[in-house]
């Protein structure tokens, strides 16, 4: 698995000279990449979720994409739409913006429900239908999603069913005071985006995605997985626990977690590690608990500290 954590280690210093201070939340972008997952950024404006898309999207050499999400947004501005030519006289498909390699739906809480459903047969079956004709995503695909936490005047809630296409939710918060020197210093006289070179080739990439599936995780793993998710439903304080896809989901990033950090076997403290992103957007609050202000997040990390992890 050293090469898996040898390209991981180049890609993650490549989009660390774009994105500083962040190297948790960038590798956590890089472990949902490795297995074909989705990534959904929540955080305020101005701190950094659309270069973080832009600096993957470049160190891996892929084609890019960006989606300004909002009311008036189409299904068919997304997916594509077929289009009459009137010399050939026949229907030309025109691709959207989501046949892409890396897809960057910037504010997608701002679209309709209707908008915002175009993008689960893409996330989930890697497809669009359009006009009863099927095509296909790009290889590799990943839908960078973010929106603000803080406006709600104008926008539209996720629904469960979509939320639950991101394979990990993350929030980059602000960076330190030292960490943002030195973004105004980088940024003095040109972006350091500008300057970002490829060091991940989409062959190479496919081949790591393959790789990480073939990395061990015993029996006593994967039943500390499924517990853990198990307990999300039948917390008192719970309306609504993670579904069988976030155990899928918290399996393949541990998968991946462990190949970045060299390693061919899964120990529980890589589960542990991506318990929060990959069910804190799975897992939905019972009134009561809300009213009392209670937090998914110190829901799940009692679980964690409470549920027994195999030794």
Not at 269 to 297: F, N, T, W
Request: glycine share 6%; aromatic share 4%.
């Amino acid at each position: 698995m050293g090469s898996i954590a040898e390209i991981g280690d180049r890609v993650l210093g490549n989009v660390e000279r774009v994105i500083v201070g962040k190297h948790h939340e960038v590798r956590l972008a890089l472990v949902a990449l490795l297995c074909r997952g989705h990534v959904l950024i929540e955080d305020v404006p101005g701190t950094g979720k659309t270069v973080l898309a832009k600096s993957i999207a470049r160190s891996l050499g892929c084609s890019f994409r960006r989606i300004q999400f909002t009311p008036d947004l189409l299904p068919s501005d997304v997916t594509g739409l077929s289009i009459y030519n009137q010399k050939t006289q026949e229907f030309e498909f025109r691709p959207g913006p989501i046949m892409s390699q890396v897809v960057l739906a910037d504010e997608i809480n701002r679209a309709t429900p209707k908008t915002q459903s175009a993008l689960l047969e893409c996330m989930d079956e890697r497809q669009a239908t359009i006009d009863g004709i099927t095509h296909q995503m790009p290889d590799p695909f990943l839908v960078i999603a973010t929106q603000n936490p803080i406006e709600y005047e104008g926008t539209f809630a996720l629904p469960e069913a979509q939320l639950d296409r991101f394979m990990l939710r993350i929030r980059l918060g602000y960076p330190s005071m030292l960490d943002e020197i030195r973004v105004l210093d980088d940024q003095k006289v040109t972006h350091p985006l500008d300057d970002l070179a490829e060091v991940c080739s989409g062959d190479e990439l496919r081949a790591l995605q393959a790789a990480v599936r073939e990395i061990y995780v015993d029996p006593g793993v994967s039943s500390y997985i499924v517990r853990l998710v198990a307990n999300t439903r039948s917390h008192p304080d719970v309306y609504l626990g993670a579904s069988p896809r976030g155990s899928i989901a918290l399996y393949r990033a541990s998968q991946a977690l462990a190949g970045l950090l060299g390693r061919d076997y899964v120990i529980p403290d890589d589960v542990k590690a991506l318990a929060l992103p990959a069910l804190r957007h799975r897992v939905i609050l019972s009134p009561a608990a809300e009213i009392e202000g209670r937090q998914v997040d110190q829901i799940i990390q009692g679980l964690i500290d409470r549920v027994e992890a195999p030794r």
